[in-house]
């Protein structure tokens, strides 16, 4: 039996890990200061906002892109889909700051995007452990570039992208396809994100442990040190 771990789980894995899959957005990687965007473009309309409300706006439209609907809406299958639905999505605060879903798209290019603090070194001991490591994205953009621009190509051995491979999570799918090119079992293989269908329930139906991260502070690591832990502990076995 495979005990599937989730958020703030502290049980042990039963099956050990020898492969480690990570999701992107929110979970490697995190956005500009969106916030931030809308209120310096709120302030320069002459629009009367305060900190406290740009960022409550920003949380509700980030929110609003992971409902099961939005996630199934094919915006990461290509460039043109991803465009037209975050777009749309980020209109509706255009109402309240006229043209702000242009500059919000603008923010969603990943080279905007930044690693948590704790990204490099987790992948690094992960990689020292010899573990076999892949990302497992729903994206339009070959993130292979992203990585590399970061100098972090040689701790991915596969990179598994929604628009490459024609179907997203929540799809099983795309977590079978991570299994056969990482080329371990997928009870011996842990999914690690921030979602708990899309990175959760799907990894989990395709027989992955998964573990879901707590919601980041806004500062400091990610908390991705837990992985390393949940590794060691069901190799101790
Ligand atoms: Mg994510």
């Not at 798209?105 to 080279?111: G, K, R, S």
């Amino acid at each position: 039996m495979v005990c599937h771990l989730r958020s703030g789980s502290r049980a042990a894995a039963i099956a050990p890990i020898e492969a480690v899959l990570f999701d992107w957005g929110d979970t490697l990687f995190h956005p500009p200061d969106a916030g931030r965007v809308i209120l310096d473009a709120a302030r320069k309309r002459g629009i009367a906002m305060d900190e406290a409300e740009a960022r409550a706006l920003w949380t509700e439209l980030w929110e609003a892109g992971k409902t099961p609907e939005e996630v199934a809406s094919g915006r990461d299958l290509s460039l043109e889909q991803h465009r037209a639905s975050w777009t749309r999505l980020f209109g509706r605060a255009d109402s309240r700051v006229p043209g702000i879903s242009a500059r919000l798209y603008e923010l969603m290019d990943p080279y905007r995007w930044t690693v948590y603090q704790d990204t490099r070194p987790t992948l690094e001991t992960l990689r020292a452990r010899g573990l076999r490591l892949g990302l497992v994205s729903n994206h339009a953009y070959d993130l292979r570039r992203v990585f590399a621009a970061r100098g972090l190509s040689p701790f991915i051995d596969t990179y598994v992208l929604s628009f490459e491979k024609g179907v997203a999570k929540p799809s099983p799918r795309l977590f079978e396809i991570a299994a056969a090119d990482i080329g371990v079992a997928p009870e011996r293989t842990l999914m690690v994100g921030d979602h708990p269908e899309a990175d959760g329930a799907a990894a989990r139906a395709a027989g992955m442990q998964t573990y879901i991260l707590p919601a980041w502070s806004g500062a400091g690591p990610r908390g991705l040190g837990h992985v390393v832990e949940l590794v060691d502990r069901s190799r101790d076995k």
